[in-house]
């Protein structure tokens, strides 16, 4: 399926300068819960077990109607942990019937029969793993990596198309290679890698925050392997898409997200105001929203 969006392209004769406007953003970025069962290191929402379960699902769908309307492409179901929510399967059918691609970012280790079935319904299943077993576990404060990777073959044997997703920072930023291989090895569909950002619980740990001369040279070895051979890998770095994405927090506040929490900006809520008035917002770079969603260079 392939959807269009309407942009409007602006030329400033007297500056000789180019600037576009979209009518809604090209995708959204839900937490749906700050509820989750495990309690990640540098987890940017600080999910836990004592989270916000989120919007009740009567009032989730209208939300997911509204998108639809807009004609939003892609919306991304993620938390805390979706899989808490026991209306997860409703949300995704709604999305369905909305013609909205979904995804769902899951740590897997609450993965049954009933949720898988609920996950096929997704076009996307995200996963993350952040290094090798001492280094994953780790940042998760869990025994789990064994766990999510067996649940990683098994959602694919079931039919699921999955993405890895790596967090990358100070302390395992040598692991590039091992989970560019990892996810070559298991012939997922994608893999997505984020450069560390200090929010949420990541703000606890400054010294994460990789170098920028380090991360140019990050970026260009996933951007090489990419290229050399011809997969699906993407990257994603706050600090290079500064306010390009749209997130909704549990309770439907609309965030636009800098690097910094300090430098995120609540612009307003989805539940309260139209989520088109709310992008019009002049502190939403579209050109960069574009850039990012096109896997374009920002800077």
Not at 77 to 104: M, W
Not at 120 to 145: M, T, W, Y
Not at 266 to 275: D, M, T
Request: proline residues 3%.
């Amino acid at each position: 399926m392939k959807k269009t969006t309407t942009a409007i392209i602006t030329y400033d004769t007297e500056e000789d300068t180019y600037d576009i406007k979209l009518k809604n953003p090209l995708s959204v970025c839900w937490q749906i819960t700050t509820k989750c069962n495990l309690n990640c290191k540098y987890c940017l929402s600080a999910s836990g077990a004592g989270g916000n379960y989120g919007l009740n699902t009567k009032e989730a769908i209208e939300i997911i109607n509204q998108l639809g309307k807009l004609g939003i492409n892609r919306l991304d179901f993620t938390g805390g942990e979706p899989l808490v929510r026991s209306d997860l399967e409703k949300l995704i059918q709604c999305a369905k019937y909305n013609h909205i691609n979904t995804i769902v970012t899951t740590n897997t280790t609450l993965l049954n029969d009933k949720n898988i079935e609920a996950l096929k319904l997704a076009d996307l299943v995200q996963i993350s793993v952040d290094g090798p077993k001492e280094i994953h576990n780790e940042q998760k404060q869990s025994d789990v990596f064994d766990q999510t990777i067996e649940n990683i073959k098994k959602l694919k044997q079931a039919g699921c198309k999955i993405r890895l997703n790596s967090f990358i920072y100070n302390s395992n930023k040598q692991y590039v290679d091992y989970l560019i291989n990892l996810s070559k090895e298991l012939d997922l569909f994608s893999h997505l890698f984020i450069i560390f950002t200090p929010q949420g619980r990541g703000k606890e740990h400054l010294e994460e925050i990789i170098p920028e001369k380090e991360v140019e040279k990050i970026k260009e070895k996933i951007l090489n392997y990419r290229k050399k051979e011809h997969r699906n890998i993407r990257l994603y770095d706050y600090n290079e898409y500064l306010h390009s994405c749209v997130l909704l927090t549990p309770m439907g506040d609309v965030i636009s997200q800098g690097f910094y929490e300090e430098d995120s900006v609540k612009v307003g809520n989805i539940v309260e105001q139209p989520l088109e008035e709310i992008f019009a917002n002049e502190i939403f770079d579209h050109p960069t929203h574009v850039l990012h969603y096109l896997q374009r260079r920002a800077k």
